[in-house]
């Protein structure tokens, strides 16, 4: 065997901060030591070797600057090594199911494989994206922020974050986004009559039902800062009958049943007569709003008043930026990977990202970390994302000599 230095491949940046002792760097490369890290510990006559391996059989579609001109076909230059060299094992067992990919690689030995490896991850990676998707660039923005701007309009007759100061005026705080939609809904669909309610809901598309109904439900809930009239003592006794749907004390587990905990007294009275009269159709409180006497409502009133609302059980959607931050966990800050087994994606191309996210959720392509991550993600979120990392400045890996044995 030839005395040549052997090399490792590292991330430029953070050469120094991976801790040498976890790879098996001493180990000979032929000798035992991790297989998969072969291309990661090449040296340069290896890479020039791949150089020629690339030549023969992949620059017809990667370039030898391994920058993917053609539509799906992804960079691969200065991908991260013992990466490429497991995928090309993936793509000989068809794992990823791509025929064109399979095909090239199907009847390369080990040997060619991992130095064409080498010789791809050594080259200078592609330059960020300016543009990135057309799609996904602001519109992922923060939809609780948006919500929020366009709430403030309601803010005059429902409270600055839905807690009502106004007898009569309806506190939206505690609400199911669900329930807030399907009301909203109502208003414009004229199902529920409120000639002001419809003029100022008929504005707004549903995108932004959508983000007022969010930032409603993750507001901190409080009382309805109003008088009520009836006497809650009493109240509470024939809260009984309505606690089965309602929930104790008004807070409703069920999306399509609203929370009545601490909603404003005088609001709670004019529903129940809606309901009564029929302006408001629903068949269950027509019948229980008939069988209750106005005394008797007001005293509901009262006693649901004084309960205090809870916060539904939603979740805050993560931005990008957030999404981002779990991913760079495993894929390196901004997508540069330091681990040789795990790709890099800053600089790769958007329609690609977004094509493999896609890949793994439907399980065409298999990964357990991958399935767990991307099962979660919104069609807006794997667009946002794959802007996201394309725009990025990538890393290069260098190949550092280190002494032999
Ligand atoms: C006929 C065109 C073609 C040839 C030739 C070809 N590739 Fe590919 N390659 C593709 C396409 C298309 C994809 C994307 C497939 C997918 O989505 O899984 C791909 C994907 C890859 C990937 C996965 C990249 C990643 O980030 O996961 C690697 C690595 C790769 N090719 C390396 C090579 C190497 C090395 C060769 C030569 C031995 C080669 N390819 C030859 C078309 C080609
Ligand atoms: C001028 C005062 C006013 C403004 C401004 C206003 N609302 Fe209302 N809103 C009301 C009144 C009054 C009701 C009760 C109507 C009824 O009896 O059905 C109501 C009812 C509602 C309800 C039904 C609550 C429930 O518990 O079923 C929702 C949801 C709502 N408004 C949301 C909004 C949103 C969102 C905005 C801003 C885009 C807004 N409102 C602006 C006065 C207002
Ligand atoms: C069988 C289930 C059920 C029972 C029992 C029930 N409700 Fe309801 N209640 C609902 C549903 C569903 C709605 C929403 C209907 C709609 O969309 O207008 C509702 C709506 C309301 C509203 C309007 C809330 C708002 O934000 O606009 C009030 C007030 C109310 N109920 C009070 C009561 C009281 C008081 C009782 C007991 C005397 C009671 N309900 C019993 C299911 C029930
Ligand atoms: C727990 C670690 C982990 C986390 C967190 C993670 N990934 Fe991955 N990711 C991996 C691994 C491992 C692979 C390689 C899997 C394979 O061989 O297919 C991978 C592969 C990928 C690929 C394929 C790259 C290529 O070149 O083909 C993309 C794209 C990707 N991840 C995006 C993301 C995004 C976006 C997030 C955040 C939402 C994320 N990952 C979070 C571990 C992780």
Same mark, same amino acid.
């Given at each position: 065997?030839k ?5 490792l491949a ?24 991790s ?5 990661a510990?090449?040296?340069? $006559? ?13 620059a017809?579609?990667?370039g030898?600057d ?11 230059a200065? @991908?991260r ?8 094992? *993936?793509?000989?067992? %068809?794992?990823? %199911?791509?025929? @064109?990919m399979?095909?090239v690689?199907k ?12 010789y ?7 330059q960020?994206s300016a543009?990135?998707? !057309?799609?996904? =660039? ?25 807690i009502?100061?106004?007898? %009569?005026?309806?506190?939206? *705080?505690?609400?199911?986004?669900k ?11 004229? @199902?529920r009559k ?12 549903e ?6 109904a969010?930032?409603y439900a993750?507001? #901190?809930?409080g009382?309805?800062q109003?008088?009520?009239e ?10 009984? !009958?309505?606690a089965?749907?309602?929930g104790d ?13 601490g ?6 009275v ?5 309901? #009564?009269?029929g302006s408001?159709s629903?068949?269950?409180?027509k ?9 008797? =409502?007001?005293?509901?009133a009262?006693?649901?008043?004084? @309960?205090p609302p ?13 999404w ?16 040789p ?22 399980g065409?392509?298999?990964?357990? $970390? ?11 979120d794997?667009?946002?994302?794959? =802007? ?10 260098v190949?550092?000599a280190?002494?032999?044995?």
């Amino acid at each position: 065997m030839k005395r040549s230095a052997q090399f490792l491949a590292l991330n430029l940046l953070m050469a120094g901060m991976l801790a040498v002792g976890s790879l098996p760097t001493n180990a000979a490369p032929a000798a035992g030591g991790s297989d998969d890290l072969r291309a990661a510990l090449a040296t340069p $006559q290896d890479i020039t070797e791949g150089k020629r391996v690339a030549d023969a059989s992949c620059a017809r579609c990667h370039g030898m600057d391994g920058i993917g001109t053609a539509k799906g076909v992804p960079h691969i230059a200065g @991908q991260r090594p013992a990466y490429i060299y497991l995928e090309l094992k *993936v793509y000989q067992t %068809g794992g990823r %199911g791509d025929t @064109q990919m399979g095909n090239v690689v199907k009847y390369m030995n080990d040997d060619a494989l991992m130095k064409v490896s080498a010789y791809y991850a050594s080259l200078e990676p592609a330059q960020p994206s300016a543009a990135g998707g !057309a799609k996904a =660039t602001a519109s992922k923005s923060d939809p609780v922020s948006a919500g929020k701007a366009a709430a403030a309009g309601c803010a005059g007759c429902h409270g600055e974050s839905g807690i009502s100061k106004m007898p %009569g005026m309806p506190s939206l *705080v505690g609400l199911d986004p669900k329930y807030l939609i399907a009301a909203l809904n109502a208003y414009k669909n004229g @199902q529920r009559k409120h000639d002001m309610m419809k003029t100022l809901v008929s504005a707004l598309g549903e995108a932004e039902l959508n983000n007022i109904a969010l930032y409603y439900a993750l507001q #901190k809930p409080g009382k309805a800062q109003t008088p009520a009239e009836g006497k809650a003592a009493a109240g509470k006794a024939a809260a009984a !009958a309505c606690a089965g749907c309602h929930g104790d004390g008004g807070v409703s587990g069920k999306p399509a049943t609203p929370s009545i905990a601490g909603q404003d007294a005088q609001y709670f009275v004019a529903a129940m007569r809606a309901y #009564k009269d029929g302006s408001r159709s629903d068949p269950t409180m027509k019948a229980t709003a008939a069988a209750l006497d106005e005394t008797a =409502t007001r005293d509901l009133a009262a006693f649901y008043a004084s @309960q205090p609302p809870q916060a539904p059980k939603v979740r805050k959607p993560l931005t990008t930026a957030e999404w981002a931050q779990r991913c760079d966990r495993c894929h390196g800050i901004n997508g540069n990977s330091t681990d040789p087994r795990s790709p890099a994606l800053a600089a790769q191309k958007a329609d690609y990202l977004e094509q493999v996210l896609h890949a793994y959720r439907k399980g065409t392509r298999k990964s357990p $970390q991958m399935a767990a991550m991307s099962d979660v993600l919104s069609e807006e979120d794997v667009a946002g994302l794959a =802007t996201y990392y394309a725009r990025q400045k990538p890393r290069a890996v260098v190949y550092l000599a280190l002494p032999c044995k």
